[in-house]
């Protein structure tokens, strides 16, 4: 099965760039989480079988990633009725063009890490850490307080890939309890939205620089 | 054994947040950090036996550091909540339910951050500590400090996950030197030398940064004056005087294992940078700070940096960095309440609008100068003595510029934070900010006054217990190569 | 036995002599003038007329108005049983009376600066003012020269400096000397407000130092002040002398004379120069003592080559 | 630990002085509990700070009896304090005015700074005058870092409060935070000094190091930061920016204090650690004789321009703290060069006029302290003529300003004659990197004392002679017994140590004995190179002579004299506002250092016909102050300014330098 393991990583790689390319929030989220579920099987296609212990890990991030967090990020936008465009500091085009850069990069840079020889081959590395820039160029370069917590899922989700090498260093409890601060993490951040959007009645960062030298 | 500080306060948390009364409200977490105090005392008073205790197949440990930080936070803990009576009194418009529970919520999380011994579980307990004190900064429900929630959740858990990027890097560099280890530190140490290097570093820059992020070193401090300028003033103190110190205990216990591999001078140089990197960003802000609630979590900043400094340049400076964390800790809590209180006063946190304090709140102005010269490190206080253990070390050490740059640094957070200070508590209150009936009172003073008492006494005394524990928990944490 | 009598000349000349060298100065002065002048006791006449006169006295004034005049004439009086005269030591002789000397000079011209400013008059201030500034200057000259002698001869009190030891420097070290003895002739001429530094005998007392400063003194106070001041005259002259001719032979009376036909000839240099210059503009009184203190300096630089 | 070094109890010399400075310390307690409207609890103050000053200095004299250095160690649970004190002759020399100006002071303030008066802040007044009392102390009987520091900084804090005793004049808190500043700097190069002797000692202990325990390169950072570090805190110009306003806006008996004993800890400290260091090449010496000199000149020179009585008196303090490191230098050329007669002479002359600016500087302020309780200004052109009307206070004052000059027969004139001497010493010796500095060394004193002497006609003529210049002036009262009673028993001193300066040479040898050592001790004392009798004797001398002649003259002028007005010359109308002002009679020096200065005058135009009112003004400030200083101040704050652009509200920025830091410590090798 491992052989599908890259194939599947350069699909997460072209979610990145669909979160950063299209244009309505509720895309985005759908792009994150199908993102989600995909690295949520990903363990499933690791060297080596995985046990019981791995199944019931499998559920919880698909279930959480794909599913759960989504949810809660489309239920807090229902609510808040917000403008559904994603409103960009900088231009789709550049910020694709930052991200292919930055995924060049990290390919070109994971090749000089000191892998073990089992991961040497593999696209893990490289798709971490292109995850986790593109989440870095999401948190930056967009102004809705949606788009960051996106921003910090793909960065969450970068974190994850590179996970999967550690994964049988990794006790269980350990990724259970990650995962579950994550979804409580992104419930805090809805709420935070929700009220957000109360105050401001616009999510834009625009207005949430009171707070200033 | 090692459950009950945690579990105790999540009851009490819960009991609170089922409590109709919002006037009970507060007294429950009174008795909640109370029995907190009660449980941890029992804990360090009376060791099993010599060993640390552990429960949890070794992930929550004791050790000797965590002793020290658990004492320290248990005394933080039950003297702020002791001043949230006095405090939500004066804000009955409130409803303090989820405030409430917070405070006891944030004592658990941060106990079983404290004692959590495995790498991952460490983890979670600090993104779970993040969590349980956003709220707390919401507290006035208005935009700016709905701003500031939001800043602080953000950049702390972008933070947070870098950090746990270099956890993982650290597993793998276990996996990657070909050694079985279950990620508790002890094993990490004893494997250290086996690590790979790269790997160990990157997880070392990782970690500190994300930890680094929750601490406030710069550059990663710039939610900690929207945090602490819009949450309460007893909100600021845990946070300036808890969560840093719990991020700081993951630092310490990650860089042991650094130190312990290869990396001892990357490691020092590292931290060192950082933390006069630190000092120097908190000291170009406070010049000219009007807003002296932002002025106090540049403080925050600049301390955090003298920690990194005292860990980087580690040996004899490790036993001034943890007497200092518990010293700037104690300093906050008498920094931020007594600024709490000199705000309620005058309705105002700018020294635009604030002046004359010490005609209008005689008591807490005199509290906030007292603060001021303590944390700036004026014998006879506490922090004098811890800062002068880590520059006496640095010097040991040949870390010549870093001690002289370490001097100047301070010199500049005084003239920036006394200026501040003196225009506050100085002169005449203002005749367009008329008095609103805020005067000190015994519950929102006495909490001050204890935490005066302590940073006072840690200056001239400081008891053999704690003076054993420290040194026992400097020696755990120092590496001898 | 010798040393008693030594000192008993000695007191008798610094307290007899000083107004005699006023009277050579002023008839040097007519000489060149072509007058008859004064004659040359008359600064004897003078003082002793003003001390049986009657004074009139400020209202404005206190106390210290009547103390400068005393002060002023009794540090002059100790300093001149400091410094040596002829062959022997001075009367009062330690190691570091030539701090007490100068300091006791200071001591005269803080009073009678004093004593000028309790009239409240803005000419006596302004000469008061001058005198004070002028005295900055020359100080540093006047210890300049006396560090090179000191330097030379090994010793620190008066007596020792400008003793026989230091005749044999004139030959090892004879430069220096010389142009210390330039720069204190210089310092000795604004110290004692002569020409080209003071004119006493302007009528404008806006362009006096030493003269307006006491315009409000009459009677036995102003007495007192011309004794004073002759003294502090005799006591620059006698250290210039000494400085020239430090000899010491066995005979006293010889000593004596050597010193006695000295302290004339300094006089009359006084006088020919008072004659040959006219009085400098005062803003360039600094300039000239500032070159007194540079000849000092430098006569102690060449020292240490 | 625990022990005792001799066999002593309550009685013993250094246990008297910790009782005396504990006493003193609490002494502004009972004010606290006592009702701010009433005089009880300043009575009750006063009362425990002049017992507390007796026992302290009953430790001192019963040191002096016994001859044994007396030291007491006790643990001090902080990491690696130990309370270790010690009485040795130079802590002891040091305690004599520690221990007598508050005993004045105190008395002094019953009446100056009366509870009754000044309810607002006489409690905090009292409080902070018995710590910093009680911490200065401590301080010269100190033996450990710590200790040491933790006095210090006690002694700088509540010199603080004493200066912004009046907290609302925006002044007073300009001047305190000036202050503040630059006591913190100085405490932080302490702290940079004493982490350098940890280094090099292993403890915080203050011991002797050897010569052979330091290398030259630890030595000479040592040395320099002491020499800021303290130099701050005594106020050597150039780090002297502080001292003028604080002295001038705090209350007088306080400047008495400030100028009197705690400017004395810098010197303290300096001479300790010099004590400590073994010795230092002469260059240090030729440093330190330098930075005295110019701070000497400097002080004077600014004393000499200032309106304001007691600006001037602090400038004052400037000028004798650079006579005091003169001496220092010298002793420090003395013990390199192994010229012993040197350092017993200059440390002897630099410990001497400790004492005697302690005296008469104090004498001064407080001095100036009545005047401005008389005439409520500090303004010295608007004074004039309150000889007449406080004949006392003026008398002191004279007093005062005499011996400050160096004048004999008075107490100032013993001091400088002992670093003259010394000077001259050095100066005929061979070496030419020790003789040139040292008579370059006593020209600049002698500068120093004609431009003091200069400075004082100045300012008593301006403020006691001649008639008033203001309404203020001319309704001046005598003060009270309170006030004259510590003025008159500290000219009663200026003329005892200048009379009888023999009685001073026995504490003096005690106090050079650490740095000269037993076996060289032997080779002279203080007396074997000044001849200190001599010099008494010559200053009774005239005495005598003054007091015969004038006897002489008062006789002669009380028969004949008659009164009528100031000769004018020929003008007959003149008023009292023709006086010669201060300014005026400084002018011509202020002439000659302008550049020295900054003189700001608004000159007035004055039209040819019918000249309008007008008026003229001069002014001149600090060179250093507010010339480099404060500029320099200014000037970084605007550039952190420019820092603040980075923190403008918005986060993506702020993940943005996450993200770059990531990628720079990344990057790190």
Known sequence: MAEWLDPLLILALALNFGALGVSRIRAVVNVVAAQGILLGVLPLFLHGGIGIRGFLLVATTVGLKGFGIPALLLHAMREVEIRHEVNPVIGFMSSLLLGAVGTGLAIVFARTLPLAPEHANTLIVPASLATVWTGFLMLTLRRKAIMQVLGYLLLENGVFIFGLLALEATPFLVEVGVLLDLFTGVFVMGIIIHHISREFSSTSMDRLSELKE | ?481 | ?305 | MGVDAHPAGWFMSISLVLWGAATVGLSGVPGLFSSAERMSGQRLGAILAVLGCALGTAGVVEYWRSGATASIVAPWRIPEGEFAVELDGLSAFFLVPVFLIPLLGSIYGLEYWKQTERRRNGRKLRLFYGISTAAMALLVVARNGLLFLAAWETMALSAYFLVTTEDDDPEAREAGWIYLVSAHFSTLCLFAMFGLMRATTGSFAMESIGSGAITPGMKGMIFALALVGFGLKAGLAPLHVWLPGAHAIAPSHVSALMSGVILKMGVYGFIRTATLLPSVSVGWGAVVLAAGAISGIVGVVYAIGQHDLKRLLAYHSVENIGIIYMGIGLALIGRSIGRFDCVVLGLGGALLHVWNHAIFKSLLFLSAGSTIRATHTREIDRLGGLLKATPATGACFLAGSAAICGLPPLNGFISELLIYLGLFRISTGERAASFAPAAAGAAALATIGALAAACFVKAFAAVFLGSPRSHEGSHAREAPAAMLIPMIILVCMCFMIGLAPVSVAAPLDRATDRWIGAAVRDRGRLLDFAPLDRVGAAAIALFVVASIVGTLLVYRVKRTASRASTWGCGYVNATPRMQYTASSFASPLVGLFARMYRIRTVRPEVSPVFPRRASFESETSDLVLDGVVLPVFRFTAWVFSFARLTQRGSIQAYLFYILIFLLILLAWR
């Not at chain 2, 300036?240 to 110190?245: K, L, P």
């Not at chain 3, 000695?10 to 050579?24: C, F, K, Q």
């Open chain 3, 1 to 305: 036995m010798h040393a008693i009598v030594h000192n008993l000349i000695h007191i008798a000349v610094v307290l007899i002599a000083p107004p005699l060298l006023v009277g050579v100065i002023n008839k040097v002065k007519a000489f060149f003038a072509g007058r008859t002048g004064p004659p040359l006791l008359q600064p004897y006449y003078d003082i002793i007329k003003l001390f049986q006169k009657g004074s009139v006295i400020s209202e404005t004034t206190t106390w210290v108005f009547l103390a400068g005049p005393p002060i002023a004439l009794s540090t002059a009086i100790l300093v001149s049983l400091l410094i040596p005269a002829a062959g022997s030591a001075a009367p009062i002789s330690f190691e570091g009376d030539l701090i007490l000397a100068a300091y006791l000079l200071g001591l005269g011209r803080f009073f009678t600066a004093l004593a000028a400013m309790d009239t409240g008059s803005s000419f006596e201030g302004m000469g008061a003012s001058r005198e004070v500034t002028f005295a900055c200057l020359a100080e540093p000259a006047f210890f300049l020269g006396l560090a090179t002698t000191a330097k030379l001869t090994g010793s620190l009190s008066l007596s020792g400096m400008f003793g026989p030891e230091l005749a044999s420097h004139w030959s090892s070290a004879g430069a220096s000397l010389a142009l210390v003895f330039v720069g204190w002739f210089i310092v000795a001429l604004a110290e004692n407000s002569r020409i080209p530094f003071d004119d006493p005998n302007t009528h404008l007392e806006l362009t006096m130092i030493h003269e307006v400063m006491v315009l409000d003194h009459g009677g036995p106070a102003l007495g007192m002040i011309l004794y004073g001041a002759s003294i502090k005259l005799f006591v620059f002259a006698a250290l210039l002398v000494r400085l020239a001719t430090p000899i010491a032979t066995r005979l006293p009376i010889v000593d004596w004379l050597i010193f006695g036909v000295g302290i004339l000839g300094v006089a009359a240099l006084i006088g020919v120069i008072e004659s040959a210059t006219a009085r400098l503009r005062l803003s360039h009184i600094p300039v000239l003592l500032v070159a007194a203190c540079l000849l000092c300096g430098f006569g102690l630089i060449l020292l240490a080559r």
């Open chain 2, 1 to 481: 054994m090692l459950y009950l500080p945690i579990f105790v306060p999540l009851i009490a948390a819960a009991a609170a947040f089922f409590t109709k009364s919002n006037r009970v409200r507060p007294w429950i977490a009174v008795a909640g950090a109370a029995a907190h105090s009660a449980i941890v005392y029992r804990l360090l008073a009376f060791p099993a036996g010599g060993a640390d205790l552990s429960a949890l197949g070794g992930w929550l440990r004791l050790d000797a550091p965590g002793r020290i930080v658990l004492g320290f936070l248990s005394v933080l803990f039950l003297l702020c909540s002791t001043y949230a009576p006095g405090y939500l009194a004066m804000r009955p418009e409130r409803d303090n339910r989820v405030f409430c529970a917070n405070i006891l919520v944030l004592s658990a999380t941060t106990t079983w951050m404290v004692l959590s011994y495995h790498l991952g579980l460490m983890w979670v307990a600090m993104e779970a500590t993040t969590l349980a004190s956003a709220p707390l900064i919401y507290f006035n429900r208005n935009q700016r400090s709905i701003e500031a929630t939001w800043k602080y959740l953000l950049i702390g858990s972008v933070g947070i996950a870098l950090a746990l990027l270099g956890s993982l890097f650290l597993s793998y560099a276990a996996i990657k030197g070909g050694v079985e280890t279950s990620l508790l530190f002890d094993d990490l140490t004893r494997v250290a030398s086996k690590l790979s290097a790269p790997w160990l570093r990157a997880a070392f820059v990782l970690t500190l940064i994300g930890y680094g992020t929750k601490m406030g070193l710069a550059p990663m401090h710039t939610w900690k004056p929207d945090a602490y300028g819009e949450a309460p003033g007893l909100v600021g103190t845990l946070l300036a005087g808890g969560v840093t110190s719990c991020a700081f205990l993951a630092i310490l216990r990650v860089q042991r294992v650094c130190r312990a591999g290869v990396e001892a001078g990357f490691v020092r140089d590292i931290l060192i940078f950082m933390g006069l990197f630190s000092m120097a960003v908190a000291a170009i802000f406070m010049v000219r700070q009007r807003d002296f609630k932002r002025m106090l979590a540049y403080s925050s900043v600049e301390h955090m940096g003298i920690l990194a400094i005292g860990v980087g340049v580690g040996g004899p400076a490790l036993y001034g960095a943890l007497l200092h964390m518990i010293n700037n800790g104690l300093t906050k809590g008498v920094l931020f309440l007594s600024a709490g209180n000199i705000h309620r006063a005058y309705g105002s946190k700018s020294t635009d609008q604030v002046s004359g304090a010490l005609k209008r709140t005689p008591l807490s102005a005199a509290l906030f100068l007292i603060g001021f010269l303590a944390i700036t490190g004026s014998p006879p206080f506490g922090p004098f003595v811890s800062e002068l253990t880590i520059v006496a070390a640095a010097f040991r050490r040949g870390e010549f510029v870093a001690g002289g740059l370490f001097l100047v640094l301070l010199a500049v957070v005084f003239i920036g934070m006394g200026g501040t200070v003196l225009a506050v508590v100085q002169g005449e209150p203002r005749e367009d900010r008329p008095p609103n009936g805020f005067r000190d009172h015994f519950t929102t003073a006495a909490p001050i006054v204890v935490f005066a008492a302590l940073v006072l006494l840690l200056g001239l005394y400081i008891p053999r217990t704690l003076e054993s524990s420290l040194r026992e928990a400097a020696a755990a944490l120092d590496v001898k190569r």
